[in-house]
Antibody
């Protein structure tokens, strides 16, 4: 069974950095891009970026490229998202999702993680 | 960026009746080299992550009931639930995966009338 399991909820102060993990199981880790998405309370979905676990290549959304770092650890089949300089606008649920490959191109987002709530508050 | 515009924002339909959601992209998302529309539909229920229902504009994912269907090409797409069931109450999103940044429509909330 394919599973993406994310780390738990975070509470951070403004200006801090949050690190969220997403551990993959049930398929070969390097087979698919891993994406990160944000869903603010009662809001829609916003794509933040992707990492190719095969070689660590990344693509970031322009709005976040100065504050986000995505990495992949092939020894633990885990991807990480670091988001820095947090403000209250970053309070949201963050999801990882798998989809697309470097060989076949972009594709829909298949399995999703369960989501990690992040609260930014002084 | 490709802007995805969904309509309506919300929809109340009687059980067993048809529900149709529309999605318009600001640019053509039909890739000429493979003749595929890079458009997916997702269902999100409260407290859950989104679940993909349809990819390539009209291909149902494994396990998705056949009352869900997708249609359209180029810039105009739709998702139809042919006979609404109670378990279909959710928010539905369209998404383009033609080019990053991958963008979503604003969502359509489907409720029972």
């Amino acid at each position: 069974e394919v599973q993406l399991v994310q780390s738990g909820a975070e509470v951070k102060k403004p200006g801090a950095t949050v690190k969220i993990s997403c551990r993959v199981s049930g398929y070969t880790f390097t087979d698919f891009y891993l994406h990160w998405l944000k869903q603010a309370p009662e809001k829609g979905l916003e794509w933040l970026g992707l990492v190719d676990p095969e070689d660590g290549a990344t693509i970031y959304a322009e709005n976040f490229q100065d504050r986000i770092t995505l990495t992949a650890d092939t020894s633990t089949d885990t991807v990480y998202m670091d988001l820095s300089s947090l403000t209250s606008d970053d309070s949201a649920i963050y999801y990882c999702a798998a989809g697309g490959t470097s060989d076949d191109g972009f594709n829909r987002f298949g399995p999703w993680g369960q989501g990690t709530p992040v609260i930014v508050s002084s | 960026d490709i802007v995805m515009t969904q309509s309506p924002d919300s929809l109340a339909v009687s059980l067993g009746e048809r529900a149709t959601i529309n999605c318009k992209s600001s640019r053509n998302i039909l890739y000429s080299s493979d003749n595929k529309n890079y458009l997916a539909w997702y269902q999100q229920k409260p407290g859950q992550p989104p679940k993909v229902l349809i990819s390539w504009a009209s291909t149902r994912e494994s396990g998705v009931p056949d009352r869900f269907s997708g249609s359209g090409s180029g810039t105009d797409f739709s998702l139809t639930i042919s006979s609404l069931q109670a378990e279909d109450v959710a928010v539905y999103y369209c998404q383009q995966y033609y080019n990053p940044p991958f963008t979503f429509g604003g969502g359509t909330k489907v409720e029972i009338k």
